[in-house]
């Protein structure tokens, strides 16, 4: 382990990340809210902090290895949750106690969109756009950003950009070099950005509201400026366009990649984890806007237009709301949470366990239908016309093992703190997923929950985030020997 070269990483990129502290700042000095000292406090104290760690190794160099990639990786987001809450801690008039602080910071950077905080509606405008700007640099990873940067640092980045992006994710590497892949995605990312900012401000909200929400929308946090998210603007025309975005914002980068560089959209029509995608999130929809209909929760139009955003919203992870769906009747609720285990593609900014291994999952499990039937056949696993190597499939099936058996644990650990099952399972589901809402007694916010349960959904909001192994893998003893 190059112990001297992770600290002067995650030194220069705690330097970076400072600078970000600044936008809210002149934001608030524009609007004269009051907060700017406690985000130029914010700055400094970050900035020192990892001036200082980069000061004392400065010296060292060398090529990280991949282990060294999941502990800056793990360390990285880990420290940024507590240099993040700092605004949050400083703000006069908002003053949040630390575990609410580090709650919000950390749901922020992990595009999870779980809050504490009540009364949006009347917080310091920079303070509400520090939430949103949280989220816009978690989505995309500020690793795969910093990846950019970091030939200036003087290390190789291809390490880091693995242990950001886990699992089966399709074409990790679009260009020949790392340094052009980040800046592909991270254009795409701005690009996305910028369109879903002036459809939102055509459709209605003021300039403000539209550079937030697209802010969370593409990176399908669901942080919101108001306390009635998306429902505050009454406009059927903004639901429509968020739906749109958080299914664009679902769909694997790499996909948007060629398909922008192409000018064609047939890589989506031929990629066969969108087309599960797609197929999954449509199905959904029928079925929940059949069901409004059916019960005569709304009439045909609203259950057609809340059905499907609701569908939309919670099946990608964003959490965006235009109504209390948690009161929605019978199984709508629950079904609408456990769509978000599905969550969005491998290599997007959604959460969940992503629709490639559930994909995967469905193949396997249809094959060995298939070969009990005709036992002596040879039955290959197939996505497209791809062959899938027998070690994926171990690997995706080790994967969702451990995913289930981390969820079990948080569960009951939420449940030794006293809250009850449906609040504990979909709190669990919801911050593992980096969904945000829940039902029950965090359908609307997390205030109300014990500072030790708190503690336990930051954990499990990281173990989301960082899609379970690169967290974990750090308590194995084997990570740590020579």
Known sequence: MHFAVIARIIGMLLMVFSLTMLVPAVVSAFAQDGAAGAFLTAFVLCFASGGLLWLFVRRSHGELNIRDGFLVVSLFWSVLGWFG?????????IHLPLSDAVFESISGLTTTGAT??????????SILFYRQLLQWLGGIGII??????LPI???????????????PVKDSKLTPRIT???????????YLTIACTVAYWLAGMSGFDAICHAFSTVAIGGFSTHDASLGYFENGSILIIASVFMLLAGINFGVHFFAWRSKRIYHY????ETRFYLLGVLLASALVVAFLRYTNTYDAQDSLLLGVFHTISIATTTGFAAADFSVWPVFLPVLLILMSFMGGCGGSTAGGIKVVRIMLIAKQGVRELKQLIHPNAIIPLKVGSKRVDAKVVSAVWSFFAVYMFSFLLILLALMACNMDYPTAFSATAANLNNLGPGL????????????PAKWILCYAM?????????????????????
């Not at 504490?116 to 405008?125: M, N, T």
């Not at 290390?155 to 242990?163: D, P």
């Not at 029509?269 to 066969?272: G, I, P, V």
Request: proline share 5%; net charge negative; no cysteine.
């Open 116 to 125: 504490v905080i009540v009364g949006l509606d009347d917080l310091p405008v």
């Open 269 to 272: 029509l031929r990629d066969s």
């Open 85 to 93: 809450s700092l605004p949050f801690l400083l703000a006069e008039s």
């Open 462 to 482: 990281l173990l989301g985030r960082l899609e379970i192994f690169t967290l974990l893998v750090l308590f194995t003893p084997a990570f740590w020997r020579h």
């Open 440 to 451: 029950g007694d965090v359908s609307a916010n997390y205030g109300s929950i014990t500072q």
């Open 144 to 149: 795969v950003i910093a990846v950019a940067i």
């Open 180 to 190: 052009g892949t980040a800046k592909a995605l991270f254009l795409i990312y701005l």
């Open 153 to 167: 640092l003087g290390i190789g980045g291809m390490q880091l950009y693995r242990a950001e992006t886990p699992g």
